[in-house]
């Protein structure tokens, strides 16, 4: 393998840690907001915590179609 090869394939492995990197980011920033999200709309609807996950989704989808 060439010196060029070697440094071609650091610099591919270097793009895939950091493209890796970003997904890990991305993915624990959508989690911190789903988790943030959860606990505004268990505020704001305390009893939601005994709906099924289903029925919470119908709910919610009806309310976005009359509400926005």
Do not use: W
């Not at 895939?16 to 959860?38: C, D, S």
């Amino acid at each position: 393998m060439t010196e060029d090869e070697k440094k071609l394939l650091q610099a591919k492995h270097r793009l895939e840690e950091a493209e890796a990197r970003n997904r890990v980011r991305e993915r624990k920033a959508r989690t911190r907001r789903l988790i943030q999200e959860g606990a505004v709309l268990e505020k704001v609807f305390p009893q939601i915590v005994t709906v099924e996950l289903e029925k919470l989704e119908e709910f919610l989808h009806s309310r976005m179609r009359t509400d926005f």
